[in-house]
């Protein structure tokens, strides 16, 4: 994507995508849809056609959701704990069906699991983009009482990514009220984070978008269904949302 497309935006060389675990289920309530993943993995693969350096942070709610277990009388820290340990079964899931593809892939977990992944060492990370590997962030950030979202603002600024590619379920981006309740809701295609913040919009949460805030961090909210989508996004193509702040208005 080009600068000028966008005037708030870097040229995106570098980005993390973000994805829920509600993604890799497909039309599922819970697990890993084989077919879902597969096509994930081929929107990722047309990305690094166009030499774009590609994180991913994957979350775990097609598995277990810390907040659910807290709701259910479990300590936080532990569901936390659960959660983040699922995010390593996603982010294998992930990595298999990208090396089928032919990709070369990393999963570094700030959760250490020898056997199955390298722990995250952000200088390493930074070398695998270089060699044009996927580096897959699983483990959430190693501590509880923060989500995937945070995780993906925050390894996103570590790496020094351009931006992060936000990607949502069955939504084209970032929307003015609920769908589920307001049929009528509309697209918002062009919002800085902290209008996010106040308005109390889904786009992450607000420790993440005040930690993009603070650092100019563009986000940008797109619907994973369309299988064009990412590609269109590193094209130069306006899809979605944009959620950015202009250099004058950051501190």
Do not use: W
């Not at 659960?82 to 982010?91: D, E, P």
């Not at 090396?99 to 695998?128: C, D, F």
């Not at 020094?160 to 003015?176: F, Q, R, T, W, Y």
């Amino acid at each position: 994507m080009a600068a000028d497309d966008h005037p708030d935006l870097p040229e995106l060389r570098r980005v993390v995508l973000k994805l829920s675990g509600e993604a890799l289920a497909g039309t599922s309530e819970f697990g890993i849809d084989p077919g879902r993943i597969t096509d994930i993995a081929g929107q990722i693969g047309l990305a690094v056609e166009r030499d774009v350096q590609m994180g991913i942070v994957v979350g775990a709610g097609n598995i277990f959701r810390g907040v659910s277990g807290t709701a259910a009388g479990m300590d936080r820290a532990t569901a936390d704990y659960m959660g983040m340990i699922a995010t390593v079964l996603n982010a294998l899931a992930l990595q298999d069906a990208l090396e089928k593809r032919g990709l070369m892939t990393r999963v570094q977990s700030a959760i250490e699991m020898q056997e199955v992944s390298e722990p995250y060492i952000r200088r390493r990370a930074m070398r695998h983009l270089e060699k044009g590997r996927v580096v897959i962030f699983a483990g959430g950030t190693g501590n509880p009482f923060f989500t995937t979202d945070t995780t993906a603002a925050l390894r996103a600024l570590e790496i020094g990514a351009d931006a992060i590619l936000m990607a949502k379920n069955s939504v084209a981006g970032v929307l003015d009220a609920d769908p589920r309740t307001n049929p009528d809701a509309e697209l918002i295609p062009q919002l800085t984070h902290m209008a996010a913040v106040e308005r109390g919009l889904k786009v992450m949460d607000t420790t993440a978008l005040t930690l993009c805030s603070d650092n100019g961090l563009p986000i940008l909210v797109f619907n994973l269904d369309d299988e064009e989508n990412i590609r269109r996004i590193l094209d130069g193509e306006r899809v979605g949302t944009i959620v950015s702040t202009p250099r004058e208005e950051q501190s």
